[in-house]
């Protein structure tokens, strides 16, 4: 009888690659990232799916993988690219990577911040344009982050982790969630309302999962709370945040500063958007350090290996 059959939708660290072969699974790696067509014709072809956030896998896919595949193991924490519903619906497993990814988000989400309130893009492209003339008094003036208020949207480990940076640099911290986090409240954050949060924070720092409650949470009339220059930094989802709301909210200077790792329609980035100064704009890279990529991989090969042998997964999302 032949191996069962692993489909790896796109690249993975070889950590990842190496425990599938001594565990007797073929693996099939597209020479290019399938586009949406393909995923559906691939994916009902293998017993298993190692996947990507840029792979969808909606209720069409989950049908097409419902007669063989029997887990979707994505390397992400975030599952809105997965119709959970139509998943547990077809007996599939589906697996994510939470935790290991936490501390590398929430240094990303720091720098994002730090580069956002500095102007760390814009100085370095003077310093190497070649056309800095010398310190001077009104150049690059930025914003202060230390003693400022964060508020936190999503109080999770992504979210806790970022606060606990924030005691360093001696931040007021306020955050929403559902319920009190006790590990909040030993920070020394404060839990309030999402509108006494977006008029009394300085930087507003998004850490909630999409999902259809969250769905333009930052709406319009949700920004226009915002305390006048304050700063919005994204590494969470871009369809939290109404992104065209925004961009006119940034254009106007209503909104000062904002900080991207993702966006509304990825990975598309409008113009409108890449033509604002007062943006730092980066391509979703808030897990991506070598040590943590690694081990992302490596759970996915984990939790696949252990459900085609048998064995309930390891980190089952459903
Ligand atoms: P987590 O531990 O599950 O934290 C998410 C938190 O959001 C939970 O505490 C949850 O509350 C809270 N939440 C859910 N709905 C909310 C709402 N309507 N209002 C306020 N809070 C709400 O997840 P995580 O590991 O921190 O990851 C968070 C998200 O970050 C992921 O879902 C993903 O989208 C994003 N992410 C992005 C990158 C990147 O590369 N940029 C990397 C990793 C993760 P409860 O505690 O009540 O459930
Ligand atoms: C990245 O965005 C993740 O959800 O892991």
């Known amino acids: 009888m032949s191996n069962p059959r692993v489909l790896v939708t796109r690249p993975i660290p070889d950590a990842g690659l190496a425990l599938l072969r001594p565990a007797k699974l073929d693996y099939f790696l597209p020479e290019s990232p399938p586009d949406h067509e393909q995923l559906i014709e691939h994916v009902a072809h293998h ?14 896919t989950i049908t097409a993988a419902s007669s063989r595949c029997r887990i979707i193991a994505t390397c992400s924490v975030g599952t809105d690219h997965i119709d959970l519903v139509a998943a547990r619906a077809a007996g599939i497993r589906v697996t994510n990577t ?4 936490t501390e590398a988000t929430a240094d990303l989400t720091w720098a994002l911040l730090l580069a956002t309130a500095r102007r760390i893009p814009e100085a370095e492209q003077l310093a ?3 056309g800095w003339q010398g310190w001077e008094m009104m150049q690059m003036l930025g914003a202060d982050v230390h003693g400022r208020t964060l508020g936190i949207v999503g109080a999770g480990r992504i979210g806790t982790a970022v606060a606990r940076r924030a005691t360093g640099f001696s ?3 306020l955050y929403t969630a559902r319920e009190d986090k006790p590990a909040m409240a030993a920070l020394g954050a404060r839990r309030m309302p999402l509108e006494t949060l977006l008029a009394e924070s300085d ?11 969250t769905r333009h949470l930052l709406d319009r009339s949700a920004l226009e709370r915002m305390r006048p220059g304050s700063m919005l930094i994204n590494t969470a989802r871009g369809p939290i945040v109404d992104e065209a709301a925004l961009i006119d909210m940034l254009r106007h200077r209503r909104i000062a500063a904002a900080g991207f790792d993702v966006y509304e329609h990825e990975p598309r980035i409008p113009a409108e958007l890449t033509a604002l100064d007062n943006v730092v704009l980066l391509p979703h890279i808030g897990s991506a350090t070598v040590t943590t990529r690694n081990r992302m991989a490596q759970m996915a090969a984990e939790d ?11 980190r089952p999302v459903c």
Request: net charge negative; with cysteine.
């Open 203 to 213: 930087f507003v720092s998004l850490h909630c999962p999409l999902t259809d409650e």
């Open 128 to 130: 190497r344009s070649g």
């Open 98 to 101: 939470p935790g290991v990814l």
């Open 304 to 314: 696949v290996i252990a459900v085609l042998s048998g064995n309930p997964p390891l």
């Open 47 to 60: 017993d298993a799916v190692i996947g990507q956030l840029a792979d969808r896998f909606d209720a069409a």
């Open 171 to 173: 931040m007021n911290v």
